[in-house]
């Protein structure tokens, strides 16, 4: 499996711009909120998903957006949904829980793992991501990052995910 440098080298490598920020290790978006960070971007929430069919997604969220986990089965024609493991997490994608991005498809060859990406974030030009590890972040626009999918055979299925109500 790729790690954070090397995949840092493979964007070098494709030609593809980037800017990386280096700082402390965050965990969860609200860890990653109280970053000050200089780069500017959509932050995005990175949530892999199964069913018991054994799918799996990885879907992409805005920052401040609880989902609706039925809603968004429906919308996947899955009949349920669950959060992946830890373990399933690593397996299928190389990394550990809050270093989730779409930069680790670049660890499923097979596309084991179908990426779903929230309507809502369409009109963004610059996405930040996690390189692998949750001590950095970069900063693709939208056009580098559709490219970098494209180049690792993971095409993303834009969708209009329903945000859980608050109870």
């Known amino acids: 499996m790729m790690e954070k440098d090397e995949l840092l080298d493979l964007l070098e490598q494709q030609g593809v711009p980037f800017e990386c920020e280096h700082h402390e290790q965050v965990l969860n ?18 949530l892999l998903l199964q069913d018991k069919q ?5 879907v992409v969220t805005t920052a401040e957006k609880s989902l609706d986990l039925r809603a968004v089965a429906g919308t996947l024609d899955s009949k349920r949904l669950s959060f992946a493991s830890a373990d399933r997490l690593f397996e299928l994608l190389g990394v550990r829980p809050g270093s989730l991005s779409p930069l680790a498809l670049v660890n499923d060859p097979a596309c084991r793992v179908r990426l779903v990406i929230d309507a809502e974030l369409a009109d963004e030009q610059t996405f930040l991501f996690h390189p692998l590890d949750s001590t950095a972040t970069v900063a693709l626009s939208r056009h580098d990052f559709e490219r970098f999918l494209h180049d690792i055979d993971h095409a993303p299925a834009w969708h209009i995910l329903v945000a859980r109500h608050a109870t």
Do not use: F, H, I
């Not at 970053?35 to 932050?43: C, E, F, H, K, P």
């Open 29 to 46: 978006m609200a860890e990653s909120g109280t970053l000050d960070l200089s780069l500017v971007g959509a932050r995005c929430k990175n």
């Open 54 to 58: 054994g799918n799996s997604y990885l």
